[in-house]
């Protein structure tokens, strides 16, 4: 790393938290309808330059160069570059924030009764995944930049506070419908699959990323074996706990 | 005011052979508003009818989006209700088993009380997937700890155990009644600069105010059936309301 880099980097990490990102981590939370249509994520000037930016992330990569590019293409001066505190870490948010929000125009799953069987949740989440996946592939040669700005310290909560977000949206457009104990669980557990996988595409070379998908089909199945076996034990339990008092009451106890 | 309390009584004995616990509910649901401790449970029945939504009938969306702290209230708040009818549920299923065993004639007034729990919670549950809302995060604890609480009353006896449900039944009243009244407010408020609320929540405080006349009913059925004979009352009553008042608290949180 180049020591100005890693001079920003240093300074970065001690910086306080921008208002921003205490105002991304509070916009999680949310009453959510469909009679209200919701606000953009980002404001025009901000959405047209970093929309200009990521064009050239494939090129320059996720520098605070390709923030500047993107800013004079949109017909912005270098400086106003500033209007994105958190620099870098802007660029990728803005590409994490409008693939999470793009994943229900791209991903449509045929309505159920149109070819006689339902598409399994296990099926959908497969589908999603993939097609999130698959929007990170024109910069994936520069993903790694990303992870390693999303790891430091500073931007670790808003990071899994959208890594947060992205997993419910999956399992919210899978139709999933569980608002028990595994709502927790499910949302968790498919984070992990997923960053793992994410983290495995940038060092796949495979043609059209068949090692990622193998990757990832292998992750879901032992998610389901582990979830399986949960649900398996938790109902045994259930079971005998429950013949267990059964048989006490014929027994005449009074319980 | 009363007919929402007596609608389910109505259909209820329509269907089924009057059994003994509904002769004079009228009666015991005047004397259960008047000994309940709270005050709050009977306040708005008086206050909300000011608003009248049915003179718009062309009012389906809403005029404005609902504000960040608005959001916030709804969010916590149809939180706490899925919390608070799991545990209904939970409570009336643990006492069932214990409590007919030593008096079989409840078994109506058990059915019906979890059944109507089971339609509120179903209808929370909707809710929260509808609007995207998560479930509280002490699921697993409330669901372990309303179990319990149902058993051991319904181990002490039968007045214990309708001590649990007027206590219960008090606090959850009180605090849907809150929701209703603040939900009525915003429907004031915005009536006032000539905008609406939307269908939506107008609907959600429908229901709202169904299901608290349906709780307020099951207090009635509680104190019918001499909750207040329970020993010791005043310690079972009021550690089972700080108890419901700290988890509603926790479960607005988390």
Redesign the interface.
């Known amino acids: 790393m180049p020591p100005i880099r890693l001079t920003r980097s240093l300074l970065g990490t001690f910086q306080t938290a921008s208002p921003r990102s205490t105002a991304t981590l509070?916009q999680r939370?949310?009453?959510?309808?469909s009679?209200?249509?919701q606000?953009p994520p980002f404001a025009p000037a901000e959405s047209a330059i970093l929309s200009a930016a990521i064009s050239h992330v494939p090129n320059v990569g996720f520098t605070i160069d390709a923030l500047k590019l993107g800013a004079r293409d949109a017909g912005y001066l270098d400086a106003s570059t500033n209007l994105f505190p958190r620099g870098v870490f802007d660029l990728i948010n803005y590409h994490l924030v409008t693939q999470r929000l793009a994943l229900k125009d791209t991903v449509q799953f045929p309505t159920e009764g149109e070819n006689g069987k339902k598409l399994g949740t296990g099926v959908k989440i497969r589908t999603l995944a993939l097609a999130r996946l698959r929007a990170n592939e024109p910069v994936v040669h520069k993903w790694q930049e990303a992870l390693a700005i999303m790891a430091q310290p500073t931007y670790v909560p808003p990071s899994l506070a959208e890594l947060a977000r992205l997993s419910?949206e999956m399992w919210?457009l899978a139709g999933d419908?569980s608002?028990?104990?595994s709502?927790?669980t499910k949302r968790a557990s498919l984070s992990a699959i997923y960053s793992a996988t994410e983290v495995f595409m940038t060092q796949d070379t495979s043609r059209n990323f068949v090692d990622t998908e193998q990757f990832l089909d292998a992750r879901l199945s032992d998610g389901m074996k582990l979830g399986s076996t949960f649900g398996a034990l938790s109902a045994w339990t259930d079971y005998t706990v429950h013949s267990a008092v059964n048989v006490l009451?014929s027994k005449g106890m009074?319980? | 005011m009363a007919t929402p309390i007596l609608s389910p009584i109505r259909t209820l004995s329509r269907n089924a052979p009057r059994p003994q616990f509904l002769v004079a509910t009228v009666s015991a649901s005047r004397r259960a508003l008047h000994n309940t401790p709270s005050p709050k449970a009977t306040t708005t029945d008086i206050a909300p009818p000011a608003t009248s939504p049915s003179n718009k009938p062309t009012t389906t969306t809403p005029s404005t989006p609902l504000t960040q702290p608005q959001k916030d209230f709804l969010d916590s708040a149809l939180r706490v209700n899925q919390a608070g009818e799991l545990a209904a549920v939970l409570i009336y299923t643990a006492q069932t088993p214990p409590l007919l065993r030593s008096h079989p004639h409840l078994r109506p007034l058990m059915k019906h009380m979890h059944d109507q729990e089971a339609g509120h919670f179903t209808y929370f549950n909707s809710l929260l997937h509808k609007h995207r809302i998560r479930p509280t995060a002490m699921y697993p604890i409330w669901h372990v700890a309303a179990s319990a609480l149902g058993w051991g009353t319904a181990i002490m006896g039968r007045e214990a155990a309708m001590a649990c449900t007027e206590a219960v039944e008090t606090e959850i009243g009180s605090h849907y009644n809150e929701q209703v009244r603040v939900l009525l407010d915003w429907a004031d408020k915005m009536e006032r600069k000539g905008e609406t609320l939307g269908e939506e929540l107008m609907g959600l405080i429908g229901e709202l105010r169904r299901i608290r006349d349906e709780e307020l009913e099951h207090l009635d059925h509680a104190v019918e059936n001499d909750s207040k004979e329970a020993r010791p009352y005043e310690l079972l009553t009021n550690v089972i309301r700080g108890g419901c008042r700290t988890a509603i608290w926790i479960s607005e949180k988390v």
């Open positions: 509070k939370c949310c009453y959510h309808s009679q209200y249509s606000p419910d919210y419908k608002v028990d104990g709502w927790y009451r009074r319980i």
